[in-house]
């Protein structure tokens, strides 16, 4: 049976950092490894409001790094559900970096994250249809069945390369 949908905003999440020299690599831009792991929790936050229960991560992919973020700036970690299927949901991050001095902002990092909502024994479960709000959400959400069928098409190649190698 399938649950009721749910408009984005309902489980849109965000989330600001200050950049400190302890962020960043010796180049003095953010380490990417650090923005995927703010990436992921916020996409995790995102997902888990959207099921409300327990989310694991099943794949990333898409992860653009489009523009450096410096040390001093701020970031803004963005996500929103803009997809589901079953019991999968397409979260979109996007990272922007702001120079507080100036006010220039800019969009430094984009990714999808497929979550997988899990029911009390840990099995996938079914979760509500997305109702997208922003233009941008309209957008991916008229994308993602491509999106998804390319994931899926990645995954039967990893079984078959499985099979072959055994």
């Known amino acids: 049976m399938a649950k009721q949908s749910k408009s984005a905003s309902e489980s849109r999440s965000t989330m600001t950092q200050l950049i400190f020299p302890s962020d960043t690599n010796y180049h003095g831009t953010m380490f990417g490894g650090k923005l995927m792991e703010y990436m ?14 327990p989310v694991v991560t099943a ?3 898409s992860l653009d790094f489009v523009a450096p973020i410096r040390v001093g700036e701020v970031i803004e ?8 299927h079953n019991s999968s949901m397409e979260v979109f991050v996007k990272v922007q970096s702001e120079n507080v001095y100036t006010g ?16 009390e024994n840990g099995r996938p479960t079914l979760v509500a249809a997305v109702v997208p709000e922003t233009e941008e959400e309209k957008t991916l959400h008229a994308t993602a069945p491509e999106r998804y069928s390319q994931r899926m098409e990645r995954k039967q190649d990893r079984n078959r390369d499985r099979q072959n190698e055994g």
């Open 104 to 119: 220039e902002r800019r969009t430094a990092v984009t990714a999808f994250f497929t979550f997988v909502a899990l029911d």
């Open 59 to 61: 794949s990333t992919d």
């Open 40 to 53: 992921d929790k916020i996409a995790a936050i995102t997902a888990m409001r959207h099921a409300r229960g």
């Open 77 to 84: 970690v963005a996500a929103a559900v803009t997809w589901t």
